[in-house]
């Protein structure tokens, strides 16, 4: 069914100082259509989204809403035009209540209240505070909210990463029904399986280009992984020296059942010494909750994390650290002294382990440090602060200071994230040589063609599970991008 | 409903402390009465309209550093249009004058995006600077009728006129507000910026307007501090910290998004009464501010410590 086309974006471009997110995106949806929105990490899904729903400008291209074209200045006015978006994150304010925030975007009460029941939320008042709600009811609200201004066109944006299943059945329904009676929807998701579920057609976004329109058949999945690979650029760096480091037969950690609320609900693995292990997952699988549980933020809800084959119960990242797991996380701003010198930074965990004044070690300290700098190729003209340092230079430092200090167990957040191709082939060999020395190193990335460069294994975790454990030199890009969207064989999964 | 009862405990906490310290004042002064509370009342107005303003901003999730400043140039501008003109025109101009240097405050934090503390402190000496190029010692006079009008109880007998007067005030500025889009938006602002932006809140200009809404409640704590005196006082008055610690302790969030009016301008009344009964009891004045310090910082952790066990359960 091909009505009227309500949304027609065309030959969107936006750069951000000297990184072009998106040079020629579109996308086009007509009358009772639901089309998906895809892409690889990195891809440009997220710009785009906030373009077309008005929170950002374009640099050029045209959004025609209707065969008009809107001036899409600011949410508000996207909302007035009929396009009604529902971000990933809640965009309901915590301190007002219920009925103040239908009254901030003018929402009418009655057909808010119908669908809230229509989608499955019983018992709710218009004076309950919004800031006092769980998540997942929040996301509903977010979508009643939307329908109930009756628009052209629903932008969904992972609505259903943060929901239970049986709330995502509803949404699914509820989709379905609008879109037969005229509504068009634009589906953003990293699930095949709703998106083969509900979604009309596919269009596949990879470095900031629209570069396919699928339409949804049995077998899609295959294409449109193809399409968002497409030529990589060759990072080449297959040179990169792996000889395993002493690897025992018992691991250094053993990750058992863990669930962390509300993302993690079953994550198993062991992490040997001497290993990278990699971590495969699209955003938002619950690898931040992992990470953090590990790192001693918060205790899983269930499950067990052993270090060296000991129970280890950390109330406090004072305790993992005393265990020797030590966390790199993807905000650098949060590992870093900014203002102080990088000596310092590296320096730091020495100074903290220091427990008496008494034969302070400070010569052999010192050319450790400078051994780690020399080591670090870094740009000794901004050495004074390293807030003056370029990012991927602030990055080396924080992993840096892990070569010269040693280190058990290394947690790495993604950390490549926003770093220029050169300074990442400095860092693989970096994290290796941890690894050499007889480190164990959990290292998630979102870009996937780091996976066999710098791991010798590596976890995929889709929906908060474990779903495969891959042997990283074999795997190529393909391979762990279907993994990364939950598309394994059950009986490939060891 | 249990964000209501929250919102409430916090006032109402607040009134049951306010009644506590009203009878120990009168069991420590048999003879505190209702001149006793005009006097309070009167002497506590500057402080209610430099609470009420800072309040707001702090609610959009900012502060403003330059209250007493500003305050500081409408009692100047007052004295001395008030020599020239009739009484009503003359405040008229003052409030215009409050809401024009608000307006530029939160213009300026919007246009320029440096921090709120930072635009608003530069603004403190430059606005300290402008009451002095128009009043460089105090001097001027003010309308007979308004320096009569806020002292004594004749407008509603019974209660001090101060109290009528701020109360209309306030009510008439910030009743309309609140339960307009605007008023939402305040709270949306500072409560959380990004969903406000999301949800259509034109963040820039919630904020401009909330910086005006104080500058105009600062025209309101300057014509106060002119009427009170009689005269204009370039140099500003102790009121910047004062309202920060009234909002604090008026269980207003600094960060924004929580809290109201009515809570921080019972906190005025509350932190004025604790120092009379301290004058009264004759205590050192350097361990009167130690106690206040002490009072605030008790408050504000038994209270988060009670809201905090009531959203548990």
């Not at chain 1, 471009?13 to 929105?37: D, M, P, W």
């Not at chain 1, 080591?375 to 992993?399: C, F, H, M, P, Y």
């Not at chain 2, 320096?147 to 209660?159: A, E, T, V």
């Not at chain 2, 204009?232 to 909002?247: F, H, N, Q, R």
Request: hydrophobic letters at 50%; aromatic letters at 4%; a neutral charge.
């Amino acid at each position: 069914m091909s009505g009227t086309q309500l949304l027609d974006a065309t030959g969107i471009a936006k750069s951000f100082g000297a990184v072009r997110a998106l040079t020629e995106a579109s996308l086009h949806v007509s009358e009772g259509e639901i089309v998906a929105l895809m892409g690889a990490n990195g891809a440009g899904k997220s710009t785009f989204v906030k373009i077309i729903t008005g929170a950002l400008r374009p640099d050029s291209g045209t959004v025609l809403i209707r065969g008009r074209e809107a001036r899409v200045g600011s949410p508000a006015q996207a909302r007035r035009s009929g396009l009604v978006p529902v971000y990933q994150e809640p965009s309901l304010i915590p301190d007002l209540d219920v009925a103040d925030n239908l009254r901030l975007t003018d929402t009418p009460v009655e057909p808010f209240r119908r669908w809230v029941e229509e989608l499955g939320i019983r018992r709710l008042a218009l004076s309950d505070m919004i800031g006092d709600l769980p998540l997942a009811t929040l996301r509903i609200l977010d979508l009643a909210r939307a329908l109930a201004s009756a628009p052209d066109v629903l932008l969904l944006d992972e609505m259903t990463a943060a929901l239970p299943t049986d709330l995502v059945e509803r949404v699914l329904k509820v989709m379905r029904q609008k879109a037969d009676e005229g509504m068009g929807v634009i589906y953003v998701s990293h699930r095949f399986g709703e998106i083969s579920e509900l979604c009309d057609r596919a269009t596949v976004l990879r470095d900031g280009m629209s570069v396919g329109d699928l339409k949804i058949e049995p077998g899609v999945e295959d294409r449109a992984v193809e399409l968002m690979l497409g030529q990589k650029l060759d990072l080449a760096a297959r040179d990169i020296h792996k000889t395993r480091g002493t690897t025992g037969d018992r691991p250094r950690m053993r990750v058992k059942g863990v669930a962390i609320a509300p993302k993690v609900s079953d994550i198993s693995f062991d992490l040997f010494p001497g290993e990278v292990l990699g971590v495969v997952a699209l955003e938002g699988q619950g690898q931040d909750e992992l990470f953090e549980c590990m790192a001693g933020f918060m205790p899983p809800r269930a499950g067990s994390i052993e270090v060296n084959g000991v129970a280890a119960d950390f109330r406090h990242p004072a305790d993992a650290i005393a265990a020797g797991v030590k966390f790199v996380p993807g905000d650098r701003a949060d590992a870093l002294l900014a203002q102080r010198s990088v000596r310092e930074n590296i320096a730091l965990p020495f100074s903290a382990r220091i427990r008496a004044w008494g034969g302070l070690k400070l010569r052999h300290e010192r050319a450790r440090v400078a051994h780690a700098i020399a080591r670090l190729q870094i740009d000794t003209r901004a050495q004074g602060e390293v807030q003056r340092l370029s990012g991927g230079n602030q990055q080396k430092v924080t992993i840096g200071r892990w070569l010269a200090t040693g280190v058990d167990t290394l947690l790495l957040f993604d950390p490549t994230r926003g770093i220029d191709v050169r300074t990442k082939r400095q860092i693989y060999p970096l994290v290796r040589e941890l690894a050499e020395q007889g480190a164990s190193v959990l290292f998630y990335t979102s870009e996937l063609e780091e996976i066999p460069l710098a791991c010798d294994r590596a976890v995929v975790i889709f929906n908060g599970r474990v779903v495969d454990i891959i042997d990283a030199e074999v795997a190529d890009e393909q391979t762990l991008l279907r993994a990364a969207y939950g598309l394994v064989a059950q009986e490939g999964a060891a | 409903m249990s964000g209501i009862i929250r919102k409430n405990a916090w006032v109402a906490g607040l009134l049951a402390l306010l009644v506590v310290l009203l009878v120990a004042t009168r069991m420590i002064q048999p003879g505190f009465g209702v001149s006793g509370l005009e006097s309070i009342a009167r002497a506590a107005l500057p402080f209610v309209f430099a609470t009420t303003g800072m309040a707001v901003v702090v609610i959009v999730g900012g502060i403003d550093l330059s209250v007493a400043s500003m305050m500081a140039v409408c009692a100047v501008t007052a004295a001395v249009l008030m020599e020239r003109m009739a009484g009503v025109p003359a405040i008229l101009i003052v409030l215009a004058l409050g809401l024009a240097m608000g307006v530029i405050n939160g213009g300026l934090i919007v246009a320029t995006r440096v921090p709120d503390i930072v635009v608003t402190l530069a603004m403190l000496f430059v606005w300290e600077g402008v009451a002095l190029l128009i009043l460089e010692s105090p001097g001027g006079s003010t309308a007979d009728w308004l320096q009569k009008s806020i002292r004594g109880s004749f407008l509603i007998p019974g209660l001090p006129n101060a109290l009528v007067i701020a109360t209309v005030c306030i009510a008439v500025v910030w009743l309309p507000i609140r339960r307009a889009r605007l008023g939402i938006a305040i709270y949306a602002t500072g409560s959380d910026e990004r969903a406000a932006f999301r949800s259509g809140v034109a963040v820039g200009r919630t904020r401009i307007a909330a910086y005006g809404i104080c500058g105009l409640f600062s025209a309101f704590g300057g014509l106060s501090l002119a009427a009170l005196t009689g005269i204009g006082e370039p140099v500003p008055g102790p009121y910047l910290l004062a309202s920060v610690a009234a909002v604090v302790l008026g269980g207003v969030v600094l960060g924004g998004g929580r809290g109201g009016l009515l809570g921080p301008i019972i906190a005025v009344f509350i932190l004025r009464i604790v120092r009379t009964i301290l004058t009264l009891l004759a205590v050192d004045p350097n361990v009167t501010t130690i106690i206040e310090g002490t009072i605030m910082v008790g408050v504000v952790m038994l209270g988060t410590a009670a809201t905090m066990r009531g959203a548990r359960t």
